[in-house]
Structures are given as structure tokens and as C-alpha cells.
T-cell receptor
Framework: GAVVSQHPSRVICKSGTSVKIECRSL??????MFWYRQFPKQSLMLMAT?????????EQGVEKDKFLINHASLTLSTLTVTSAHPEDSSFYIC?????????????FGPGTRLTVL | GENVEQHPSTLSVQEGDSAVIKCTYS??????FPWYKQELGKGPQLIID?????GEKKDQRIAVTLNKTAKHFSLHITETQPEDSAVYFC???????????FGKGTRLSVIA
């Protein structure tokens, strides 16, 4: 149980285009979802926290107009990288937290590798 | 806010030996301490966690210890195998409403 999926797993796009990444909790309802980015050989850096039906809370230094987060349902959150540039190339990982006995644990998706040419 | 330090950054052990990774945290209110294993190109996988009301927890070859007074916790892997090679992250959280704060990771290499 407690599986989180991400789609796509890899994406290559041209500079200036927008890319949408989906994160789904497959067998539980995710009351909160987190989006992280990870550069090579570095730790996970939290970008934003989103609760279902609410606006996302962004970490300091993360542009909310560039990284659009939508958490429209208890099983789906999306991250859209708008007007992507090469410096946005990174590994993006979502994480979901449920309710009840799943409240304390965070379950991670497999990640999406974004390459901007 | 919470700050988590993790050591060492890299660790090489011979197959069959034990590996120990240590983390310290700054916020005494933190009460949840998970450990994640991340293989190349994949997302982190929870391998074990401990809560502040417990001093030690074990799951087969993996154990975690917590010293609340010193604000540090450690991951112990015994009888290491090549498939244990990965990056390991510790994390800490103050409450269920706050996100996890991660250490910088330890790259473990188990040499056959």
C-alpha cells in the first residue's frame, strides 16, 4: 500500500516551453503533497507544500509563477514548470502524506527527470 | 527552523561488515525521524523510522537509535550486501503539519 506515482518519468523540452508533471497517490488519499527538486549528488530541496483544495505554500526563493502547483483532488497534484530554461533541468520528486495511520509518513514518487535544452 | 546534519557524506564498507550513518538535529521539538534509501534515478524509499517516544527500533538487518538528549539519531546496517549500495538520507520533523527536513545524504558503497 501507500504507492505514489509520477508521470512522466523523463521529459526533454525546448527552452521557453512549459512542462506539466503529475503526481498521484494510487491507494490512499493524500491530504498533503510536497514537491521537491534534487540536483545531482545533492539532497532533496523542498519547493512547495500543497493541501487539497488550497493554494500551495512555496519555500523561500521558489517562484510561484514559474512553478505552478495544483492539488485539485485527494489523489492528484500537478507541477507545471512554465517557460522552462536550462537551469530548471533537475530531478523533480513529489511526496504525499495521507490521513489517519498514514499521517506521519511521507511516501515518495519515483521522480521526473526534466532536461531543458 | 529545523536543521539536520548528516555524516559521513560517503562511506565504503566491505560486504558483510556493518555501516553506521549519523545525524543530528537542532529542534528539540522534532518527534519523527525517518530514513530513506535512494537508488540512482529513483525516488527515496522509506526503510525505517523512529518516533521520539522510542529509543531504538530494528527491522532485520537495519536498526535506528535515537538519543533525544543529545539530539542525534543513527542508522545501523549489519551484514551489508552489495544491494545496500545507495544514497541514504535522514530526516526530521517537528509535527505532522510540517514537512520533513532532510540531511545531505550519505553515499554508501558496499564492496564485494
Amino acid at each position: 500500500g501507500a504507492v505514489v506515482s509520477q508521470h512522466p518519468s523523463r521529459v526533454i523540452c525546448k527552452s521557453g516551453t512549459s512542462v506539466k508533471i503529475e503526481c498521484r497517490s494510487l491507494d490512499f488519499q493524500a491530504t498533503t503533497m510536497f514537491w521537491y527538486r534534487q540536483f545531482p549528488k545533492q539532497s532533496l530541496m523542498l519547493m512547495a507544500t500543497s493541501n487539497e483544495g488550497s493554494k500551495a505554500t512555496y519555500e523561500q526563493g521558489v517562484e510561484k509563477d514559474k512553478f505552478l502547483i495544483n492539488h485539485a483532488s485527494l489523489t492528484l497534484s500537478t507541477l507545471t514548470v512554465t517557460s522552462a530554461h536550462p537551469e530548471d533541468s533537475s530531478f523533480y520528486i513529489c511526496s504525499a502524506r495521507g490521513a489517519g495511520y498514514l499521517y506521519n509518513e511521507q511516501f515518495f514518487g519515483p521522480g521526473t527527470r526534466l532536461t531543458v535544452l | 527552523g529545523e536543521n539536520v546534519e548528516q555524516h559521513p557524506s560517503t562511506l565504503s564498507v566491505q560486504e558483510g561488515d556493518s555501516a553506521v550513518i549519523k545525524c543530528t538535529y537542532s529542534d528539540s521539538a522534532s518527534n519523527y525521524f525517518p530514513w530513506y534509501k535512494q537508488e540512482l534515478g529513483k525516488g527515496p524509499q522509506l526503510i525505517i523510522d523512529i518516533r521520539s517516544n522510542v529509543g531504538e527500533k530494528k527491522d532485520q538487518r537495519i536498526a535506528v537509535t535515537l538519543n533525544k538528549t543529545a539530539k542525534h539519531f543513527s542508522l545501523h546496517i549489519t551484514e551489508t550486501q552489495p544491494e545496500d549500495s545507495a544514497v541514504y538520507f535522514c530526516a526530521a520533523r517537528v509535527s505532522g503539519n510540517t514537512p520533513l527536513v532532510f540531511g545531505k545524504g550519505t553515499r554508501l558503497s558496499v564492496i564485494a
